[in-house]
Structure formats: C-alpha cells, structure tokens
C-alpha cells in the first residue's frame, strides 16, 4: 500500500524499494567532543598539536587532503580522527586558519597562520565585563555593616 499526501510518498517498511536505496550519505550530522568548541579553542588546540597533524608530504603545513586521510584511517586513535573531522566540517574556520596576510587560500595551514587567526580572534571576540547589580559596585549590606563597625 502507498500513501501519497502531495508532500511525501510513504512506502510500507517491508518495500523491496527501500530494500535497494542506499542510505543518504552523511544523512545525520556527527557530533563529537568537539563540536561545542569554540573556533578559538579548535585553533589553540591545533597550534598545539601540530606535529600530530602535519602533513608529512608537506612539512611545515596541515593541508586538507592530509586531515582527510587522517579522519579516515582506522589506526589512529579516535581523537585525532575526530578533530580532524571537526576542523574539516567548520569551512569558515579551516579558511580562516588557511589564509595568511594576503587572503590567499591554498589548503594549506602554516603554524603562522594559526598563531595569527588565534590573534584576530581574540581581537573580534567582544569582552565580557561583569556587571555590578548597584552602583559604585559594592553591595548595600556590605557598605552598612562598614558604617556599623566604625
């Protein structure tokens, strides 16, 4: 039986049709350990992990094709494979690490160009001032009981 409302064809769960569709690929997204960083702390954390992700056919770089290979391969361990899917899904993030001062992308990630997208991140990051709930920043019951003792 098919059910057909305008929007949706619905075929029954035992459909030899559903039985030869692949599945969608990456139909869901994959969340990690570092999905909820922020891109300053993914760019620290590869700064600080450099060596790990270098690219051995280009010293001195992390590039793309590496971090690829290296979200795929079965015999690293599953952080490494993890971040490295991480930095590869944040496009903005991967491009801003990439440039250098010219703009110029070439997916490529020097340890300069890090250490400079950390600087202007910490530079577009707005700060956070605590605010005081009563003027002059002292609490009432605080400025009282400096009256009491005196």
Same mark, same amino acid.
């Given at each position: ?7 949706? =064809?619905?075929? /029954?769960?035992?459909?030899? +049709?559903?039985?030869?569709?692949? /599945?969608?690929?990456?139909?869901? /997204? +994959? ?5 909820? !960083? #922020?891109?300053?702390?993914? #760019? *620290? ?6 060596? +790990?992700?270098?690219? /051995? %056919?280009?010293?001195?770089?992390? =590039? ?9 391969? =079965? ?28 703009? !110029?992308?070439?997916? %490529? ?7 400079? #997208?950390?600087?202007?991140? *910490? ?5 956070? *001032?605590?605010?005081?709930? !009563? ?6 019951? *605080?400025? #009282?009981?400096? %009256?009491?003792?005196?």
């Amino acid at each position: 039986m098919t059910v057909n409302n305008s929007l949706h =064809t619905f075929l /029954p769960v035992e459909s030899p +049709v559903l039985e030869r569709l692949p /599945p969608p690929p990456n139909s869901s /997204p +994959v969340h990690t350990q570092y999905s909820a !960083w #922020s891109d300053l702390r993914m #760019s *620290r954390q590869l700064a600080g992990d450099f060596k +790990v992700f270098e690219d /051995p %056919k280009n010293a001195g770089f992390v =590039t793309q094709r590496h971090l690829e290979t290296m979200s795929k391969d =079965t015999n690293l361990p599953s952080e490494v494979k993890e971040f490295a899917q991480e930095l590869l899904s944040r496009e903005t993030l991967f491009d801003k690490l990439d440039s250098d001062g010219n703009k !110029w992308l070439d997916n %490529k990630i020097s340890e300069q160009s890090i250490q400079d #997208s950390i600087a202007q991140q *910490r530079q577009a990051k707005p700060e956070r *001032r605590a605010q005081m709930p !009563w003027p002059g920043g002292e609490f009432p019951f *605080r400025q #009282s009981a400096v %009256k009491l003792e005196s």
